[in-house]
């Protein structure tokens, strides 16, 4: 009995500490401060501090936000943490929000560090630095860098990006984004990985067993008129169609994946084939 | 039921009448295939007139805040949709990108707003020229000050900033978006006349009271945008909540977005679409008008949150042996469980006196409150003591 009622406090101290370490304040550089108590959010009220930009959060999956201002002479910023259900929502929700223009930096599983801003995911926490600067256009990316390299110090958690980015030819790349509901704009494909590339993108969809990703195959060839089988994984079809142009989606396991938006589906078809081979 | 019928009408009627009539499935029954592989077909569409501003808009516009992929947007222009909503804000600038990608070429055939929440007005200019860049335009259609739920948030320079875009053209018209407060903050927009449009959370769960500030704003000129139209959808509550049942059964997203715009002093709606096939479904609010059907769904969801939610009909005034404004102390609990609100809630809870908000509920043995309409009174009570205390 004491045994168990000492495993049930570690966890229990764990826990706790676990919690103490997604705290937040501003003491990560000099002359910083707190200017007011850390504030909390839940899928709930998020609304109240976000808006209209609530559901973004809540469509990657979303759990709680604990967020603070800080102030130093004229300047201020606000740091948001978000804890999100796991480690791929927080890199989705890290991708939706990165300027595709700019490089990744090594901060956590990606980050992203501008003259008055910064974002980064580590783990299962997504955090954004905002500053208002008493000079508009003062550059403060070493503050920017100090905030966000202090703040990934104390999160735990993953620091890999997802696997399935690796998936994607990175020739001619611009940006690969997690897409939380309907890839393509097609209700049927219900969460993945888009990657842009300079002419058309490409897409991995992940179906939780290779039966519903047959089931949704079937029902995605039924939306396409006139569509071909292509030789493909387990199955494939490419198709010509107005909004998606040339494309070829094949299934491989669970996987659903393909490329769109290029000038003709034998095209999408021909890359479809090399992202196939680089899937698991 | 008229367009003039107040939300306590409609919760009556609803609750009665609804219950007794059959399902009549019209909205299920007119399904349309989803055709996102196929060319669109012109929707059947609805205009209004945008208040002052003289903008031809279709009544369903397009939230792009979530959509997942620009052909959706493109799709719906192509359709005949006209109105844009974006926010500088929205994932770091990247749905301003985003609906700039899908519109480039139909850019002078629609109608595209964007908003700043910036605090000051050095920050606001510089949001307006990064908007004028995102968007890859040489104006705006509609310029938002973003999420203002008082007059005293919005700032004169604020005001000038605008003011001044305006003039140099970078702007079309003026506006404020809000979810809270409008009560106040409507009828304040409606005098100060330096605004074209307002933005508003509004939905079929909201009072009489946000109907007639509503109203104030439309009659004074106001462009009103309607958004929140599916009452904060469900992507906030848990799988267990009872509205989420409800509010996820085939029809009821369409039937709140009918209801709404079937109300005169609004002009437009901006329901946020993710894809295609939702597109094919809101589309569908032009065509097919609000029926007894649609009652039937929405009295079904407001039967389930009865227990809930107070109809401000006074039964109560004075009943409470504590001596508590029972119908104010819900309505704040509704600010924060029903519009999502917390903090507009609080606020006006914090302004009771001390003596009443001393009280708990809970220590009572007994109510000698009765809601003649089911709200448990004691339970609702309690939960805003602890919500707000």
Redesign the interface.
């Known amino acids: 009995m004491k045994k168990i009622a000492g495993l049930l406090l570690t966890v229990l101290l764990a826990v706790g500490m676990a919690r103490a370490q997604v705290s937040i304040d501003c003491h990560l550089a000099p002359g910083w401060e707190a200017a007011g108590p850390v504030r909390q959010y839940s ?6 501090y976000k ?6 959060y ?2 990657y999956g979303f759990a709680r936000m604990s967020t603070i201002d800080c102030k130093s002479g004229g300047d201020t910023l606000t740091i948001d943490l978000s804890e999100m259900n796991d480690a791929d929502a927080a890199y989705g929700l890290f991708t ?5 223009k700019l490089p990744i930096a090594p901060i956590g599983m990606g980050g992203q560090i501008q003259p008055q ?1 910064a ?1 980064f995911a580590k783990g299962k926490y997504y955090v954004e630095i905002a500053e ?1 600067a008493a000079t ?1 256009e003062a550059d403060h990316s070493a503050l920017m860098q100090a905030f966000a390299a202090g703040i990934a110090q104390r999160l735990p958690g993953r620091e890999s990006a997802p696997e399935a980015l690796q998936w994607f030819p990175n020739e001619n790349l611009d940006s690969i984004r997690l ?9 049927l494909l219900k969460r993945g990985y ?1 990657a842009k590339y300079k002419q058309g993108q490409a897409f991995v969809v992940l179906e939780s067993a290779p039966e519903s990703a047959a089931e949704v195959m079937k029902k995605l060839r039924e ?3 006139g569509s071909t089988p292509a030789q493909i994984g387990d199955e494939a079809f490419q ?1 010509k ?4 142009d040339g494309i070829c989606v094949f299934r491989k396991g669970r996987f659903l994946a393909g490329y769109a938006n290029l000038p003709d589906a034998q095209q999408a078809a021909t890359l479809a084939a090399k992202l196939a081979a680089r899937i698991p | 039921m008229s367009s003039n019928t107040s939300r306590r009408e409609f919760l009556s009627n609803g609750l009665s009448a609804g219950l007794a009539l059959p399902v009549l499935g019209a909205t299920s029954a007119m399904a349309l295939e989803p055709q996102s592989a196929k060319p669109a077909a012109p929707a059947k569409l609805d205009y209004r007139i945008l208040g002052r501003t003289g903008l031809k808009v279709t009544t369903v516009g397009m939230g792009c805040m979530i959509t997942s992929d620009p052909s959706v947007i493109t799709r719906a222009a192509d359709m005949g949709v006209n109105y844009f909503d974006t926010a500088r804000g929205y994932q770091q600038g990247n749905n301003e990108r985003m609906v700039a990608a899908a519109l480039g070429a139909r850019r002078k055939q629609v109608i595209i707003s964007t908003k700043s929440h910036a605090p000051n007005k050095e920050e606001l200019h510089k949001h307006l020229e990064t908007s004028l860049r995102e968007l890859n335009t040489d104006y705006i259609d509609i310029w938002y000050l973003h999420g203002k739920g008082s007059p005293d948030e919005i700032a004169d320079d604020l005001i000038e900033v605008q003011q001044k875009a305006k003039q140099q053209g970078k702007i079309r018209f003026t506006g404020v978006s809000t979810h809270s407060g409008q009560q106040n903050l409507l009828p304040w927009m409606a005098k100060k006349g330096v605004f074209d449009v307002v933005l508003t959370g509004y939905n079929f769960t909201m009072g009489d009271d946000m109907d007639k500030a509503i109203e104030t704003a439309a009659h004074a000129g106001l462009g009103v945008v309607a958004m929140k139209v599916m009452a904060g959808g469900t992507r906030r509550m848990k799988p267990d909540d009872p509205a989420y049942k409800k509010l996820t059964q085939e029809g009821a997203m369409l039937a709140a977005l009918k209801w709404v715009i079937k109300k005169p002093n609004i002009a437009t709606t901006i329901p946020s679409i993710t894809d295609m096939d939702q597109l094919d479904e809101n589309l569908k609010a032009m065509a097919v008008p609000f029926s007894a059907g649609d009652e039937k769904i929405l009295s079904a969801h407001l039967e389930s949150i009865r227990p809930l939610y107070c109809r401000m009909c006074g039964e109560c005034d004075g009943a409470c042996q504590k001596g508590l404004p029972v119908a104010d102390m819900l309505r704040f609990l509704t600010y924060a469980d029903g519009y999502g609100q917390f903090a507009l809630g609080r606020e006006r809870f914090l302004e009771l006196s001390a003596e009443h908000k001393a009280v708990r509920c809970g220590d009572c043995a007994e109510c000698t409150v009765k809601c003649p309409h089911g709200v448990h009174v004691q339970n609702r009570m309690a939960r805003a003591q602890e919500l707000f205390a």
């Not at chain 1, 808006?51 to 973004?56: F, L, P």
């Open positions: 899928a709930e009220n998020l609304y109240d808006d209209g930009a609530a559901d973004g809540l469509s939706a929000n990165r300027d595709a801003s974002i208002v508009p897409i939380p509901e309907s890839v393509l704009g097609l209700r888009v939306r396409f008129d198709a169609a107005q909004y998606l």
